[in-house]
């Protein structure tokens, strides 16, 4: 079955500290996956996509296909980076299988 | 200005009426997608569509419906809302070929 798993479903840290968003994929197929983002008040928009392999606002995510993860990662956390994140799987159906999302909340 | 527009951004009503939530698009994009979403929670999707006079229902069941006359319009419809339908519905599309989703503002609904 297609599945996203992402375990937390809150994460808090200090500005400065490093963050780490886990995303577990199950797929048998070739994988496309992608991190969005959603801040108060804002719609959910693109953070980054595993095949474009840049660096946005920071964080950064590598695809490993023997754990099947996709994990979100910046190494000095912002009070800005504070928002939803969902980790998405994009299958060969065109379709979007979204994780529940973890909040992450950036203290001062 | 490439965009996704949802109409209206809120509304409230009483149970038993029938309302559509607009969303349309100036993306020139071929897919269009309806998710269900309660606050701060995961996403539901609830009816897609690859084109004009194309849809299909999502994942998870809903009593609502939709219509593709035209490309870059998308309407969702509930012939009788219900208290159960109050969440927040986003409105998406994606290019062909592309799984790269963009959403639209969201409509909050609530029936009372």
């Known amino acids: 079955a297609q599945r996203?798993?992402?375990?937390?479903?809150?994460?808090?840290?200090?500005?400065?500290?490093?963050?780490?968003?886990?995303?577990?994929?199950?797929?048998?197929?070739s994988p496309e996956l992608f991190w969005y983002v959603?801040?108060?008040?804002?719609?959910?928009?693109?953070?980054l996509r595993h095949i474009s392999r840049e660096s946005i606002k920071g964080f950064t995510a590598d695809l490993n296909k023997g754990e099947t993860s996709f994990h979100l990662k910046k190494p000095f956390a912002q009070e800005?980076?504070?928002a939803m994140y969902y980790c998405a799987l994009g299958?060969?159906?065109d379709k979007l299988i979204f994780g529940t999302g973890t909040r992450l909340q950036v203290f001062p | 200005e490439a965009d996704i527009y949802q109409t209206?951004?809120?509304?409230?009503i009483g149970t038993g009426k029938?309302?559509?939530?607009?969303?349309?698009?100036?993306?020139?994009?071929?897919?269009?997608?309806?998710y269900q979403q309660d606050p701060g929670m995961e996403l539901h999707l609830i009816h897609y569509s690859y084109g004009v006079?194309?849809?299909?229902?999502?994942?998870?069941?809903?009593e609502s419906t939709v219509s593709r006359i035209r490309t870059e319009h998308f309407p969702l419809t509930l012939e009788s809302a219900r208290p159960s339908h109050t969440s927040q519905y986003l409105c998406a599309s994606s290019d062909s070929g592309d799984n790269e989703q963009f959403f639209g503002p969201g409509t909050r609904l609530t029936v009372l």
């Open chain 1, 91 to 93: 299958p060969d159906t």
């Open chain 2, 18 to 34: 029938k309302i559509t939530l607009e969303c349309s698009q100036t993306m020139g994009h071929d897919k269009m997608y309806w």
């Open chain 1, 38 to 47: 959603q801040y108060s008040r804002q719609r959910l928009q693109l953070l």
């Open chain 2, 8 to 12: 209206p951004r809120y509304l409230v």
């Open chain 2, 53 to 62: 006079n194309s849809t299909e229902k999502g994942d998870l069941s809903s």
């Open chain 1, 4 to 29: 996203v798993t992402q375990p937390e479903k809150l994460l808090s840290v200090f500005k400065g500290a490093p963050v780490e968003l886990k995303c577990n994929y199950s797929y048998s197929g």
């Open chain 1, 80 to 82: 800005e980076d504070s």
